[in-house]
């Protein structure tokens, strides 16, 4: 019986939360974000979603004009069995794009995570690791040609000092796997433009200055990167904006494209609040502006663009990941707009 009353008292409280709503924000919705930008405004989306969700289809086909998939096609997913792609969901997901002319970026090639147990398990020598990887990039990129202009090809190489992870790749193929990663990228698509991507480049000099030396030293020997993506998961208590600001300009001065790749901005990174108070959401919506402000000083050339990391609340990686409530995004958990979007349709 005690039992039974917790359940409906967790069901009850599980509704009063995904009914709330920041209250109050001071603008509607607009009819598109990205049409107030110079640059295209993306957003991380999971294809299944675009099915069962009304909101979410809605406010990814109006607000946003380039696409990443979030997870569909990542090594796992797209190429789950040695001989075997999966294209259905990101075919799902380019002919959505294609509907309503929204470009797509290409998430992402090599990555330590996010592996088939095939690719963990496999176990051929060099040559067959090389071939491997060429396979992986050269059938994806090839079939998506028309379709996608801009690829992670590397995601997250480093570690946090600044040495290379020793991720599977590193281990089965040397450093070099990098650079094999991006030549393989280039004969594929010679037009698409390479990215570098990874985290905390914003808020670590260490790893950034590390990147930086690794893909000049590359660029050097000719081999072709066009940008780097800055994922910035960052929250209201870091990094400062003037440190954001340096790494913007340190970047670009390098010559990169730089790709704000998968912005989220937490606000209950020490798992005390329940739900933000109004203050919180308006102190997220300040630090996107002062965010964005300062992207938009960089030299136009440089202005990749900005993709925000889910589409509301509701569906942010963030929740599952540290295991706490959180609100990052543009919308609340119901698909209304917040001060952040507010601010944003401010500052572009
Ligand atoms: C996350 C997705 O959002 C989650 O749904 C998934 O469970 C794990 O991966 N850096 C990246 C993204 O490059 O691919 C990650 O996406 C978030 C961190």
């Not at 509704?15 to 598109?32: P, R, V």
């Not at 380039?66 to 569909?72: A, G, M, Y």
């Not at 969901?89 to 095939?118: A, N, R």
Request: charged content about 20%; proline content about 4%; aromatic content about 16%.
């Amino acid at each position: 019986m005690q039992r039974r009353y917790f359940v409906q008292l967790f069901i009850l409280l599980l509704l009063f939360n995904s009914c709330k709503k920041e209250n109050n924000t001071s603008c509607a919705l607009n009819d598109a974000l990205y049409s107030k930008a110079d640059y295209p405004i993306g957003v991380a989306v999971e294809p299944y979603k675009l099915i069962f969700s009304t909101p979410y289809y809605n406010i990814t086909a109006s607000q946003f004009n380039r696409i990443s998939p979030e997870n569909c096609m990542k090594f796992e997913y797209i190429h789950p069995n040695q001989n075997q792609y999966y294209w259905d969901e990101m075919d799902s997901l380019v002919q959505f794009c294609k509907t309503y002319s929204k470009s797509i970026h290409g998430h992402t090639l090599i990555w330590h995570k996010q592996l088939p147990e095939w690719v963990l398990n496999f176990s051929g020598d060099e040559s067959a690791w090389e071939s491997l990887l060429k396979d992986h990039i050269q059938t994806i990129m090839l079939r998506y040609k028309q379709n996608i202009y801009s690829w992670d090809v590397v995601n997250e190489a480093f570690n946090e000092d600044g040495t290379l992870r020793n991720s599977i790749w590193r281990t089965k193929l040397g450093d070099r796997y990098i650079e094999l990663a991006f030549q393989y990228a280039r004969e594929a698509d010679p037009n698409a433009k390479l990215f570098y991507n990874d985290y905390n480049l914003e808020s670590n000099p260490n790893k950034r200055t590390a990147v930086l030396q690794y893909f000049d030293n590359m660029k050097n020997r000719g081999i072709e990167i066009d940008g780097i993506g800055m994922q910035m998961h960052v929250s209201l208590y870091s990094p400062d904006v003037n440190d954001i600001a340096l790494s913007f300009q340190e970047i670009t001065e390098h010559g990169y494209l730089l790709h704000i790749s998968e912005l989220d901005i937490a606000i209950n990174i020490y798992k005390k609040l329940e739900y933000p108070s109004k203050e919180k959401f308006l102190q997220q919506a300040d630090y996107l502006g002062k965010i964005v402000a300062n992207y938009n000083q960089l030299n136009k050339q440089y202005q990749f663009g900005i993709t925000f990391w889910g589409v509301s609340d509701a569906d942010t990686w963030l929740v599952n990941f540290y295991n706490r409530p959180e609100y990052p995004l543009l919308f609340d958990n119901l698909y209304a707009p917040k001060s952040a979007y507010c601010k944003l349709l401010d500052v572009l």
